[in-house]
């Protein structure tokens, strides 16, 4: 807009000049004043087109930054499309190697318990294979024992003879041998109620009712079980236990009536003061 109002400024000083100029021709001043206005003319002109060559500098410059910004916001938004698509295919990727973790996890933990489970029936196997190793050495043992042991009936004479002779320690040895080697035969019994006899003569009389029971409960019928009831009755009356032994001594009563150890039964009961015949409620 200013560059336009110079020319046109020049012009009017130009007209001015020359429509005061007399008639009868140009002075000197007025010569050098159009020289001036030509010269300021000159100037204005070599500005006028400086500027423009400057505004076209000043244009091409800001054409050229807007080029290098469009072609920066460009690669920017190739960097970020760049980006959000890695972005993208690491997060694939990322999920993808979770599941393959989490199944391996899976994996590793049914290992695990099937480990677990072969682990617990090895142990059983192995403590099944060494019971049975303990059972074959120990029945080993035993008939190696047997094999080594007397004949029942050598045995047997052998504790009762040394029983009768006050051998107690040597004769209750040989009675548990008995029991020990020959368990089933009907001279056990006896054995046990032997070894009851021993213990009470040594006041091991829980030990001695523990034996006199065995010859009831494994040989009721046998010779000795009512030499056994009644003696398991004494024994129990010297612990202590005088209902448990009156009880004994009245079943002796009941199922041997007419034998010895009926009669030393209800002495027995006499001299305790209790009746010899079980009361009615």
Not at 108 to 126: F, H, N, T, W, Y
Not at 223 to 247: C, I, P
Request: glycine share 6%; charged share 20%; proline share 3%.
């Amino acid at each position: 807009m200013k560059s336009q109002r110079v020319p046109a400024l020049l012009g009017l000083l130009a007209m001015l000049c020359l429509s005061v100029s007399p008639a009868w021709g140009v002075s000197k001043e007025m010569v050098q004043l159009q020289t001036q206005v030509q010269q300021l003319q000159e100037q204005m002109t070599a500005m006028q087109r400086g500027f423009d060559q400057n505004m076209g500098a000043m244009k091409n410059l800001v054409e050229q930054d807007t080029d290098a910004v469009n072609k920066v916001s460009t690669t920017i938004n190739n960097l970020q499309s760049t980006l959000q698509k890695q972005q993208g295919d690491s997060t694939g990727k990322v999920d993808q190697l979770s599941g393959q973790i989490q199944a391996l996890n899976d994996t590793l933990d049914e290992l695990k318990v099937r480990l677990a489970k072969v682990s617990k029936q090895l142990e059983d196997m192995q403590a099944t294979q060494q019971s049975l190793a303990a059972n074959q050495a120990t029945q080993q043992s035993q008939q190696q024992a047997m094999a080594a042991a007397p004949p029942p009936d050598v045995l047997y004479n052998n504790a009762l003879r040394d029983y009768n002779g006050g051998k107690n320690d040597l004769a209750s040895q040989e009675f548990s041998d008995y029991v020990k080697f020959y368990p089933n035969t009907d001279l056990a019994g006896n054995c046990y109620y032997y070894l009851g006899e021993i213990q009470f003569r040594q006041a091991n009389y829980q030990q001695a009712a523990q034996s006199y029971d065995q010859v009831l409960q494994n040989f009721p019928s046998g010779n000795k079980a009512a030499s056994a009831q009644l003696k398991k009755g004494f024994a129990l009356l010297e612990l202590g236990k005088q209902e448990d032994g009156v009880v004994e001594l009245r079943h002796v009563m009941q199922r041997y009536p007419s034998s010895p150890e009926a009669a030393q039964a209800r002495d027995r009961l006499r001299k305790l003061g209790v009746s010899t015949t079980t009361r009615q409620r």
